[in-house]
Nanobody
């Protein structure tokens, strides 16, 4: 069964950190580009970061550059999003996703083939 399961979300104070994990089952992660997206209430889903299947290409949304880091451990079939210096505007549901075609790094949600169920991140004092 193909499944992506996120974890690591929660409530954190501004300036704090969280690490999101996404465990992939039924996939061989090596062949997939990976992405993290988020959706705040009343807003469109937006790309946060992506990484190509080789790990050689990464992209970040301008709003998170220098604060968030995407990574993958193919041997563990797990992808991560390290989030530092969190701001209230980072509050959203966060989703991991996989794209098969060419294992590319893209920030467009419609390109992705598989999605996790999401994990909530709330940044508030």
């Amino acid at each position: 069964q193909l499944q992506l399961v996120e974890s690591g979300g929660g409530l954190v104070q501004p300036g704090g950190s969280l690490r999101l994990s996404c465990a992939a089952s039924g996939f061989t992660l090596d062949f997939y580009g990976i992405g993290w997206f988020r959706q705040a209430p009343g807003k469109e889903r937006e790309g946060v970061s992506c990484m190509s299947s080789s790990g050689g290409s990464t992209l970040y949304a301008d709003s998170v550059k220098g604060r968030f880091t995407i990574s993958r451990v193919n041997a563990k079939n797990t992808l991560y999003l390290q989030m530092n210096s969190l701001k209230p505007e980072d509050t959203a549901d966060y989703y991991c996703a996989l794209v098969r075609v060419q294992g590319m790094c893209v920030m467009t949600a419609t390109e992705y083939d598989y999605w996790g169920q999401g994990t909530q991140v709330t940044v508030s004092s």
